[in-house]
């Protein structure tokens, strides 16, 4: 089942990304409801950048960015914030690469990990993905925002979007999610080690 969980669910484990973005906090983590085999990341990351199929999520995306526009909140299509991350990357994931998500550059793909990163009017924000093992003996995704703001500004709209997150954006998008992940391979719901 899809629901949110504490910061630590993220913390805790070994994530690669604790090294490329240490000064970046953690602002939402939700597990997903997309059981399978430990080779089911890549599926998943392709999945999550898709976009979401939902048209209360996709409108109020729309209405975001029609609203950032005039406040320069909206990332640009290139930006010194995606480039300055991946100068960080170390060696080995340098050529790693996987989809990425609308204004999100991906900045690596692992077996365990895809993360991706944006640069908005006051707010980097790096959208995570970890593959975990679940309870059952398999795997499942995690999805985890990082963020770092730059102003009172990134800070005030941060905090005036959260109720919208929290409540609607979020739940919307791990459901429809699950509800993909369930319906375009039948042979997920298998679990293998």
């Known amino acids: ?3 949110r969980l504490p910061g630590s669910a993220h913390v805790t484990r070994p994530w690669r990304i604790h090294e490329i973005a ?3 906090r953690v602002e939402d983590v939700w597990a997903l409801d997309t059981p399978g085999g430990p080779d089911g990341l890549a599926r998943l990351a392709d999945q999550f950048t898709a976009g979401p199929d939902n048209v209360i999520v ?3 995306l729309a209405i975001r960015l029609k609203l950032g526009k005039p406040l ?3 990332p640009p299509t290139t930006g010194t914030g995606v480039s300055s991350l991946r100068e960080r990357l170390p060696d080995d994931l340098r050529d790693r690469p996987g989809p990425d998500l609308g204004p999100y550059a991906c900045l690596f793909l692992t077996d365990t990990e895809w993360a991706a990163h944006a640069t908005t009017g ?3 924000a790096i959208a995570h993905l970890g593959w975990v093992p679940d309870d059952t003996g398999g795997y499942r995704g995690q999805w985890t925002t990082l963020v ?3 102003s009172w500004f990134g800070k005030t709209y941060m905090a005036g979007i959260a109720p919208i997150r929290h409540h609607v954006v979020y739940p919307l998008m ?3 999610i699950a509800r993909n992940w369930r319906t375009s391979d039948p042979q997920a719901l298998r679990t293998t080690s």
């Open 1 to 3: 089942m899809s629901s």
């Open 22 to 24: 240490p000064d970046f």
């Open 58 to 60: 996709r409108a109020l």
């Open 72 to 74: 320069g909140m909206n």
């Open 122 to 124: 006051g707010v980097d």
């Open 148 to 150: 770092k703001t730059h």
């Open 174 to 176: 791990v459901r429809s």
